[in-house]
């Protein structure tokens, strides 16, 4: 799809894709485990509409049980949880989403950056790492490289691995492929797709070239190549 000749069949599926506010601000966070369970535990129920009662009807669980553990007083056995979690209907990890956790960032001056060779890389692509954060909340790894091209430099427009890559190019000119598509990539232009079909630069038109290339995959699977 081209955003900037959206048909009137493409603009619903474009503006439910821009649906999610970054500006909202999340709940805080609880940095008591007891209390943060507890929280979720009388938010589920309530939305619900169920009482306390119904809820104990339904786990086998005592009411003073129940009191103390959405009060925050008592740690819950794992059992405890899964019986919960199965009366209101959410998932056990459901429970922990308050509870204050570690949120990483990576900073990279100009010029810095990690020098590597990625499996797949082609003679005379030079990648530089910009930042990696591993086992991060969203269950998404993302890889933020800056690529330079040079007359050393191989064409190679068969890169192929999962997930979605884009690009953004900063110095000279590219023709790039993706599939059976070829797009001239100048500074400021950027390009945005499936890196499961083969793609790579098909023709160095004026060097040196450099652009952003960010990469993200389900952080369940194995490395890119």
Request: proline share 2%; net charge neutral.
């Given at each position: 799809m081209d955003i900037g000749r959206t048909t009137d069949?493409?603009?619903p599926a474009l503006k439910a894709a821009f649906s999610q506010d970054p500006h909202a601000l999340r709940e805080p966070k609880e940095n008591n485990?007891?209390?943060?369970?507890?929280?979720?535990?009388?938010?589920?129920?309530?939305?619900?509409?169920?009482?306390v009662t119904d809820l104990a009807t339904a786990t086998g669980?005592?009411?003073?049980?129940?009191?103390?553990?959405e009060n925050g007083n008592i740690s819950p056995s794992?059992?405890?949880?899964?019986?919960?979690?199965?009366?209101?209907?959410?998932?056990?990890?459901?429970?922990?989403?308050?509870?204050?956790?570690?949120?990483?960032?990576?900073?990279?001056?100009?010029?810095?950056?990690v020098e590597?060779?990625?499996r797949g890389t082609r003679a005379g692509h030079q990648y530089k790492l910009?930042?990696?954060?591993?086992?991060?909340?969203?269950?998404?790894?993302v890889e933020p490289y800056l690529i330079t091209l040079t007359a050393d430099s191989d064409t190679f427009p068969?890169?192929?691995?999962?997930?979605?890559?884009?690009?953004?190019?900063?110095?000279?000119?590219?023709?790039?492929?993706?599939g059976d598509r070829l797009f001239t990539m100048q500074p400021g232009d950027s390009l945005f797709f499936d890196a499961d079909a083969r793609h790579g630069p098909e023709?160095?038109?004026?060097?040196?070239?450099r652009y952003l290339s960010i990469i993200s995959y389900p952080q369940t699977r194995g490395a890119i190549s």
């Open positions: 069949d493409e603009r485990l007891e209390i943060a369970i507890g929280h979720e535990v009388r938010a589920f129920r309530k939305k619900l509409g169920i009482t669980i005592s009411l003073g049980m129940l009191s103390k553990i794992l059992t405890t949880l899964q019986s919960l979690s199965r009366a209101l209907g959410v998932p056990v990890t459901a429970f922990f989403r308050r509870y204050e956790e570690v949120r990483n960032a990576v900073f990279v001056k100009a010029g810095e950056g590597l060779e990625r910009l930042g990696h954060i591993d086992n991060n909340t969203s269950g998404v790894i068969a890169f192929q691995h999962e997930g979605m890559e884009f690009l953004y190019m900063l110095e000279g000119e590219v023709v790039y492929r993706h023709q160095l038109v004026k060097l040196p070239i």
